[in-house]
């Protein structure tokens, strides 16, 4: 009885300790990512059928339509990291805005692919 006692209160207090983190996740979404896309990057990239460079953000509705893509997540660091979006014509992004995004277009592709890793079996060798 007291063993099924502490395992649920452990999976309780593990599940509490993992919300938090899904929840900041899709709150950087709502309150960074999605705002910027909407105000710097739809115009040319998802609004209406305008879509460059094979890239929808108008399409992207959460921060796990993101992680589903990691090939678009690293070109969305590297083209925001270097500076290259957006373009010049367009107004730029303020520092500050640009290091939130890219930080936390990091954290969801290192969430990504720590999800999708797998461990190769491996199996032992026989040694004479």
Same mark, same amino acid.
């Not at 099924?4 to 309780?12: D, G, P, V, W």
């Not at 040319?44 to 460079?53: E, S």
């Not at 509705?61 to 992680?67: F, H, Q, T, V």
């Given at each position: 009885?007291?063993?099924?006692?502490?395992? @649920? %209160?452990? =999976? +309780?207090?593990?599940? !509490?300790?993992?919300?938090?983190?899904?929840?900041?996740?899709?709150?950087? /979404?709502?309150?960074?990512?999605?705002?910027? /896309?909407?105000? @710097?990057?739809? $115009? %040319?990239?998802?609004?209406? #059928? $305008?879509? $460059?460079?094979?890239?929808? !953000?108008?399409?992207?509705?959460?921060?796990?339509?993101?992680?589903?893509?990691?090939? +678009?997540?690293? $070109?969305? =660091?590297? *083209? +925001?990291?270097?500076?290259?979006?957006?373009?010049?014509?367009?107004?730029?992004?303020? *520092?500050?805005?640009?290091?939130? !995004?890219?930080?936390?277009?990091?954290?969801?592709?290192?969430?990504?692919?720590?999800?999708?890793?797998?461990?190769?079996? #491996?199996?032992?060798?026989?040694?004479?």
């Amino acid at each position: 009885m007291q063993k099924t006692a502490l395992l @649920s %209160c452990s =999976i +309780l207090a593990l599940c !509490l300790g993992l919300a938090p983190g899904a929840l900041a996740q899709g709150d950087a /979404f709502a309150k960074l990512i999605r705002p910027t /896309f909407s105000k @710097s990057c739809v $115009k %040319c990239h998802g609004k209406g #059928t $305008k879509v $460059k460079g094979k890239v929808n !953000l108008f399409a992207l509705k959460s921060a796990a339509d993101l992680a589903k893509n990691p090939e +678009l997540l690293e $070109k969305l =660091i590297e *083209a +925001l990291a270097s500076a290259e979006m957006p373009p010049e014509k367009e107004p730029p992004l303020a *520092a500050e805005t640009r290091k939130g !995004l890219v930080a936390e277009l990091k954290e969801i592709l290192r969430q990504a692919v720590d999800s999708q890793k797998s461990v190769a079996r #491996t199996p032992i060798r026989r040694m004479n």
